[in-house]
């Protein structure tokens, strides 16, 4: 099966049989991660730029790494050392980027859509690595990543996703790829941080995180998102851990192998305690081991290279 989109916008406009040729080229690259010498030559001679417009670490570092080991050019840059602080345009700043003859930019903006609004100006490829508050492909890619590596299977797995969902583009992504492979996924947070109309996508809202995690096989927990929010939409921090916080005594209401998720980075005692992130059931490190192998097959599919090996 062939690879058929020049651009990694979202998840939303992947089909099944998409997400599933991303997930098994990324397991053929996961060995690659395992060797002595993390290299091979697929993408000699193609130039990455990594474009990143917001903090990030597991990100943009898997990003590096991924076309690092695939042998391709990669360059980084930062939204404070781009010419963007001096007034340039998103546009202009990737026109000249263009200019230099990149095949793939790596962006990661603040604004929702700024991908897409680059997809439809450039002629190279563009991966979404987070816009604003709508979307994380790569992230939701390695999560399910890491679900079949735990529980073999997606049809018919329950997911509770916990959290600061208005503003989490985890939970967007996630949701589409999801409910695409036959998974049930509930949300639950604060009304305050439950936008109206995920419902017509396939999720089911809860009331609380009790409703939420019992019977789950996958437990995800999201951060409150502060940097995103105008107005502060809780009381406290203690008052959400309390109701909100993943601890062991919340975790009994999953099944006894459930699995826990977190994309990162995680605040400790908020809304997962320290017991539960660093308890047997967490998968967290797993989930950014993935990260690299789910880059590189991006990078590789929509580069449209042939798999080579030295």
């Known amino acids: 099966m062939s690879f058929r989109h020049k651009h990694i916008l979202g998840t939303e ?18 060995e690659i991660n395992q060797r002595d010498i993390k290299k091979v030559p697929t993408l000699r001679g193609k130039t990455i730029i990594n474009a990143f417009f917001e903090a990030s670490t597991r990100t943009r570092l898997s990003f590096e790494i991924a076309g690092k080991r695939l042998s391709a050019d990669t360059v980084n840059i930062s939204g404070s050392t781009s010419s963007v602080v001096k007034g340039e345009t998103l546009e202009d700043t990737a026109k000249n980027i263009e200019a230099m003859a990149p095949d793939i930019i790596v962006i990661r903006h603040g604004h929702s859509g700024a991908p897409h609004y680059l997809a439809e100006r450039v002629d190279c490829s563009i991966v979404n690595a987070g816009d604003g508050t709508h979307e994380h492909p790569s992230q939701a890619l390695l999560d399910l990543m890491t679900i079949k590596e735990f529980k073999g299977k997606f049809d018919g797995l329950k997911v509770a996703i916990i959290g600061d969902i208005a503003h989490s583009r985890v939970a967007r992504s996630n949701l589409y790829a999801m409910t695409k492979l036959g998974m049930e996924v509930r949300f639950a947070g604060p009304g305050t941080m439950i936008p109206v109309g995920f419902e017509k996508h396939g999720a089911i809202v809860c009331d609380n995180i009790e409703e939420a995690i019992s019977g789950a096989d996958v ?92």
């Open 219 to 310: 437990v995800m927990m999201l951060r409150i998102q502060l940097e995103r929010q105008a107005n502060t939409l809780l009381p406290t921090l203690r008052e959400y851990a309390r109701f909100y916080g993943l601890n062991p005594e919340k975790l009994k209401l999953a099944k006894e192998d459930a699995i826990v998720m977190h994309p990162g980075p995680m605040n400790r005692g908020v809304e997962i305690s320290t017991a539960v992130a660093d308890g047997p059931q967490n998968v967290i490190l797993d989930q950014v081991a993935n990260g690299v192998a789910v880059r590189m097959a991006l990078l590789y599919l929509v580069s449209g290279a042939e798999m080579v090996e030295e």
């Open 13 to 30: 406009n992947l089909s099944r049989e998409d997400i599933e040729l991303i997930l098994e080229t990324a397991e053929s690259f996961k």
